[in-house]
């Protein structure tokens, strides 16, 4: 593919004016915004307004002014929309794990006989851990932590929950969710889906495929800002059941009632917990602003061009340089992001950063490149392949700062 | 008390300069702060310096860089000093429910043969959800709530933690911590403070006192704005024995190497979670500058002055109008609030902040006057008196508009 061919699907490309919205700092070619998405236009005054204007002067009264109490259900409706939820099935609260264990507990309580939590031994530590401290907390339970190929034998009729994370974060594996849930439902037990990697990426269709419950982050593909606010959903069907055992004084059914006696609100609200972070939240809010009036199916036709784009640009380089591709190259199995295995992906991704091209590199061996539709370009891909290129040819990752090891990586 | 005393008062303040560094929206006398505190001037220009340049520009890079994952325990060191801990020993991290749920967990595993968790029937709501979405949880457990005259005589050898609120949120009465953890402790029980009206309004000496864990709020007397991040402290004897069960990755011992084990963390960090709320967190960490060359013995003299001086000009009006002070006149069991009943409080209290004084209601019949002594003057003491007295001569709080509840009170 020629750079004039490229630069012709940038012309082409339905979502080009997305790219106005966001702040891009002068050269950079981010291909990290799958785990920090790229700051929105429209967040730092709106932000702005709310510290000066709601928390400076109207203070207190901006509870009900502002509607501060309605945020987390404001921006969890803004999510639904991209998740295939209603939007009273989705609140914004809390952090991913925190809602994990929200939704694990309840949904292990809606299955009291079976004691067998089946994950995929690669799922994003955090959830793995979230599962590790229910079951060292309830005792009893057995913890079955299965290679992706190995988890439709490992869902049993004793199997009371199947957690997943619909998008490797390491290689950007699609599972196919409508069918995972079907045999989990088949056999009884309940799902839990994350969408951290999903949620902003491409379309989820919860409802369609009958998903129980799911998790999500507010700061990856959603653009909410460095630790916004997660979200949790949870079917219309199970709310009512799902007990919020973080029994907190939002999820009450009257909280400003300050009655002694814990009852649960009739609505999602209920797996909600101390007061929202209203700062953080209204960061998100503005934030998803982004996609009022984006189709999700466009956004994942121009996430399957970028990273198909990558795939094909980086051939030679991956033969000549030794990168191994890990991420399916079938469409219905690959997410917005493409990683290789290379035994030095550490130094090389830190020299890519240094040449303006942010990717990142996950444990033990695999450098990540994430593409988010929206403020991405198709000539940024070409950019990308070629400093990468550069960065091999001339030795570039060898100089022994980039081998340095940051504590965050 | 003349205004001219008053105004001597306000001259010879040691904290008077301190007003200075907050916003003070035109003429509003607010006594509210232990509900929200005022917007601290550094805290805008430090926030938009997050987004703008952090989030903005440095991005993914801004971990390292900008040491956001630090954040938790550089803003958890801030707070200790203020609540006589070390600075490993307190984190901020969730909201005051999360961090509740979290050490309440830890601290009945340290009991595991004791099934009694007592606090006080007007404990802060959240704060007895939490133990009964516990209890609910792993059953077998005695909730042991009692009035404020009972507490003592409720501990046993069967106690498992005793967990309490330091300030009353509806009266003001303050606990004695001293006497409490030690009445808790002789029976073999562990004690949970609950800092939320303590921290930044006077000393609170939790190792002095031998506390074993505490939570508590980040925005109400830490100044650091809506839903801001909560903290937590938990003894240093008991940091390697506390087990988070709420494993979340930002809690593990290497949260970078992406094992699927959780390993749990040495330390405080042990018991944050997931991914740090880095916007609120930052409004937080430049909020509490303010109290970097503070004495916090000096801000409890002037409480007291504060509070007081309040009582004192309440007096004739309590009688002429029927306000029944709920708060103790004696110094060492009163907070940095003053209370009152009313059975008309509700429209009194909203026809008083449409006079320009913030207080607020707290069901059934409490009205409620915070005092941080940081921004407060003793001439808003005698204004907000003034109002309440004009409220009540001219009947202004029977306009049929101030009885129309609001659904945040």
Redesign the interface.
Known sequence: MTLEAIQALDRSDPLAAKREEF?I?EG?V?L?GN??G??PRA??GH??KV??Q????D??????LHG??ELPLQVGAKIARLIGAEADEVVAA?????NL?KVL?AALRLRPNRRIIVSD??????D???A???S???GGYELR?VQKDQIEAALDQQTAVLMLTEVDYRTGYLYDMARLTRLAHEKGALVIWDLAHSAGAFPVHLNQHRVDFAVGCG?KYLNG??????FLFVARQHQRAA??????????QAP???????VAAEDIRRLT?????????S?LDAALEVFANVDMEVVRQKSLQLTGLFIELMEPLAARYGFELVTPTLHTRRGSQVSYRHPQGYPVMQAL?SQGV?G?F??PDIVRFGFAPLYLRFVDVWYAVNRLEQVMRQDLWKDPRFSQR????
């Open positions: 702040v700092p950079l981010y990290d785990s920090l790229l700051l967040v730092p932000l702005e510290v000066q709601q928390w400076g002067h203070l207190i009264r901006s509870w009900n501060w109490v809390d952090s991913t794990s925190v264990f507990l031994i690669d799922n994003f530590p955090t793995l851990y979230i590790q401290g229910v060292r907390l309830l932590f700061y800002g460095p630790g916004a606010p997660a007990f919020p055992f973080l029994s907190g004084w939002m999820g009450h400003f009632a300050f009655v002694p006696e814990y917990v101390g007061t929202p972070s209203v700062l953080s939240m960061a950063i942010v990142d996950r444990a940051a504590k965050v990586t």
